[in-house]
């Protein structure tokens, strides 16, 4: 499912990019810190935590707009792309939940307020 075009052109390709790129990082992280096996380091790159952390965005600004069906649909969307990680061995769970977990965090601490 694509993200609403306000996500980058409301909120701004600054927030945009940011929380995009360092999602990944934090989705490597996370990765990293749940390996079965210490000797176990492989890194795990791709887009899905960067779009896992966008998703994570869209979460904290839909509820700060009050809009909780709107973020009931996010979390849906992360709850498929779970069971993606799930039937398919070479999916990171752990990148999709650290990114998502950073783009809460960048949406709580750098995204607008939404006075009404």
């Not at 810190?33 to 210490?38: F, G, I, L, T």
């Not at 000797?39 to 779009?51: P, V």
């Not at 070479?90 to 950073?102: I, K, P, R």
Request: hydrophobic content about 45%; aromatic content about 12%; some cysteine.
């Amino acid at each position: 499912r694509r993200q609403p075009q306000w996500l980058e052109s409301g909120l701004g390709a600054p927030l945009y990019l940011s929380t995009f790129l360092w999602s990944i990082v934090a989705g490597n992280l996370m990765h990293l810190s749940h390996c079965a096996s210490p000797w176990d380091r492989t890194m795990c790159l791709g887009a899905s935590g960067g779009i896992s952390g966008l998703f994570g965005l869209l979460f904290v600004s839909l509820m700060r707009m009050g809009s909780s069906r709107g973020s009931g649909e996010v979390i849906r969307g992360m709850g498929i792309m779970m069971l993606t990680g799930f039937w398919f061995s070479d999916v990171s769970n752990a990148s999709h939940v650290g990114g998502f977990l950073f783009g809460m965090l960048n949406g709580i601490l750098c995204g607008p307020r939404y006075v009404k």
